[in-house]
């Protein structure tokens, strides 16, 4: 509805709750990715492209790769 979630991020499975944030945090998607403290989301080294097509996370290159 547009508004924050309680503890930053809704649970979901796999999941974790930290006290110390009062947060519910995601897995971490690639190991290159760091958490956001503000949000407590996982954000890439490198912001995704916007530009209206898709991409996926090349984790070898620490880039994204368009999806063809």
Not at 1 to 28: H, M, W
Not at 46 to 54: H, N, V
Request: with cysteine; charged share 30%; aromatic share 16%.
């Amino acid at each position: 509805l547009g508004e924050t979630p309680f503890r930053k991020n809704y649970a979901g499975v796999g999941f974790t709750y930290d006290e110390t944030r009062d947060a519910f945090i995601s897995p971490q998607p690639y190991p290159s990715w760091t958490l956001t403290e503000d949000t407590c989301q996982w954000d890439a080294p490198t912001a995704m492209p916007d530009d209206d097509k898709r991409y996926t996370w090349n984790e070898d290159t620490t880039s994204w790769d368009e999806i063809t």
